[in-house]
């Protein structure tokens, strides 16, 4: 009784040291006890399966069954998402080529997708023992690192039985089964007495399934002696040869990813290439509408022409005239009027001859558009009354030269109707007065930039236009010296206007002149020394 008492004394007094002792050395030694019991659990998981396989199949159903079902889903969309990306994607030379590929096989374009898209990315490849668990060989993608992988053989092997009896409904057991976790899942293909479990990243394609049967195939075919007789010794095991088998089934499927993520170089270049053809494109068509423009311009200035409506069209540099006129002469000059042009490669004349025009509202209508035309030139300001068939012709011209060009344009009709001219000639309202300082002559640089900018009026009007230079004087000294100055100032104003400008009209001097018509001077002498510049006209 007293060593009853004893014992549970000291058991109350080593318990708590004792498990604190437990919980120390579990807390520094979890590695370590993994690694201890891990083949432990893989022997319990195995035998549980081989004596409760339907409760297991049962319990796992509902989490087995979300996972096919996700991963279904899942690759249908991203097959899909990645269809749609390709068609749209019509511009890159790889698109182009495809198209022609298709016709050439004799496919569907959506066919070479799938094909395209048929490359799944693996992460790893364990070849591991049917019946102990053990990694034969182990291999994994250079840009990825596989953590713990003998704890993942151990999960797969206790699995790997009741996955093909759960999805497969036949006796065989070397079908492809998967275990989808996260975004990646392991495939597993059995043979014989090993299996290949391999990590895939995204869904996973026929083209990729077939390759790994394959190289278990390949493996079995020239191992399979040695895998079967395996008995724990890898120092008698292949172990090279089977990982460059496995390697090359890695490597081969990273080479595919990398072609399908490789643009070929044309693709930089087809984008501008296009870019290039729009911009010539909107250049030549900016080009063909000022060169249609210019043709217009062109016909509606020729006042032999501009009486007679005439369309042209213009289409890769050949332009075509249509329209009535009443004499050949005027289809050859339409004709011989644009040909002139540049950038006209060729004409196509479809102007219609008729000898008469003789339909009033037409006439009117001609003379309308004619008029308008003149009316562009601004020394012309022309109007009519028509009273068939009658009609009058009313306003005003600068010179000569342009009543004549309105004349001849309107005797362009070959009509039976009466003309009567009005037209009168007023040159333009030009009235320059340049002052002189007392005892100055010489024009200043500011005189000059007057006269300079009266010679460019001067050069739109006919050579029957006369200007007319007035020298006026103060009235300080003798006449004769108050005369030598207004006429040598008068005198040196013809002489730049005619020598230094060009101005091609008859120049007439005059000195008696009355200021007082031209000038207000209110006995102001400054405003008296002055030459002022007018226009006439005289008759032919």
Known sequence: MNKSKQDQALLNVLEPIVTKLIDDNFENSKDKIALQISPLIGAAIREQIKSKKDDIIEALYPILGSMISKFVSKSLEEALNSINDQIQAGLSFKTLKRKIEAKRKGVTETQLLLEENSNSDIGAVLLIHKETGIILCEEHNPNETLIEPEMIASMMTAINSFINDWIEKNESSNEVGEIDYGASKIVVENAGFAYLAVIVHGATYNRTLKKIRNTLETIISGHGNEIREFNGNFSDF??????EKILTLINENENNQDKKRKLHPLIWFTPLLLLSALFWNMYQNN???????????????NPKLAAYRIQTHLREGVVEINGQVPFLFHKELAEKSIAQMKGIEGIKNNLIVLPTLDDPMQISSNISYLLKGLNTDKGINITYEYNYPNYTILGSTWDIHRKDKILQALKSFDTTISLT?????????????????????LLNELQENELLELSKLLNLLDRNTVVSVKGFSDNQGSTAIQHYFAKIRAENIASVLKDKFLVKQHITISTNDDISLYVDVSNNADKQRCSVITLEMQEK
């Open 421 to 441: 001219d009005k037209i009168i000639i007023s040159p333009p309202d030009i009235k320059t007065i340049l002052f002189f300082n007392k005892g100055a002559y």
């Open 287 to 301: 080009i063909q509408e000022n060169l249609e423009t210019k043709i217009q311009t062109v016909l509606y200035k």
């Open 238 to 243: 292949p172990n090279t040869p089977i990982s």
